[in-house]
């Protein structure tokens, strides 16, 4: 079966510190892989995605993510948080191959930021 | 250019009644989906439609019905609503439904409480 797992509900980081939040999938064939944001009270973004081709990919607002096949994972990173970081981030796998198209969405990890 | 809109932003029903939620978009994508936001448990796919003149169940259809109007729109129809059926609702749409890679673009929600 094809799932996605985000190891933390809830994440909690100063302002200026690093922020990972972890990601893990399985999947029987190459996924393509999303995270996406949203912020209090409002519809969800697109942050990011990976599609097969390089490993790292990078995002919006600084935001940057890495696939690694061997651990089946696709944390997502900031060098330095912001306040505006603050919101719920959903890690998502889509399968590339087989009858289900349909997207797999993880539970959602709460960012927040302290000053 | 809106891209997805969602009518109403909010609406309280009582137990039994019913309504329809309307989704439109602006971005001549061919795929359209509904989900459903609750606390704890991520998005869930109620329905989607592939492609225009075609509609199919997602994850939990029970208790909904949708149309897809036309192109441009996609509705969700709560027959006899129920206060499990609170919770926040969210259409979507991508380019396709097989591009694997293809984003998905998020309207900006309804609330719906259900007493």
């Known amino acids: 079966a094809q799932s996605v797992t985000q190891l933390d509900s809830h994440v909690s980081v100063s302002e200026g510190t690093p922020v990972l939040l972890r990601c893990n999938y399985s999947?029987?064939?190459?996924?393509?892989l999303f995270w996406y944001v949203q912020h209090p009270n409002k519809g969800l973004q697109l942050l990011l995605k990976?599609?097969?081709?390089a490993t790292l990919v990078k995002g919006i607002n600084g935001f940057e993510a890495e696939f690694k096949k061997s651990e089946t994972s696709f944390h997502l990173t900031k060098p330095s948080a912001h306040m505006s970081d603050a919101a719920e981030y959903f890690c998502?796998?889509?399968?590339?191959?087989?009858?289900?198209?349909?997207?797999?969405w993880g539970l959602g990890t709460s960012l927040a930021v302290n000053p | 250019n809106a891209g997805v809109t969602q009518t109403p932003k909010f609406q309280v029903l009582k137990t039994g009644q019913s309504m329809t939620l309307q989704c439109a978009q602006d971005?001549?994508?061919?795929?359209m989906y509904w989900y459903r936001q609750d606390p704890g448990m991520g998005l869930r796919l109620i329905y989607y439609s592939a492609s225009e003149g075609t509609t199919d169940k997602g994850e939990v259809p029970n208790g909904y019905n949708v149309s897809r109007l036309n192109k441009r729109e996609f509705s969700l129809r709560l027959e006899s609503a129920a206060p499990s059926q609170t919770s926040v609702y969210f259409c979507?749409?991508?380019?396709?439904?097989?591009?694997?890679?293809?984003?998905?673009?998020f309207g900006p929600g309804t609330r719906l409480t259900v007493l």
């Open positions: 979507a749409i991508s380019k396709t439904f097989s591009g694997v890679a293809d984003t998905q673009y």
């Open positions: 999947s029987s064939y190459s996924p393509s």
């Open positions: 998502v796998v889509r399968l590339s191959a087989g009858n289900n198209r349909k997207l797999i």
């Open positions: 971005m001549n994508h061919n795929s």
């Open positions: 990976y599609t097969s081709a």
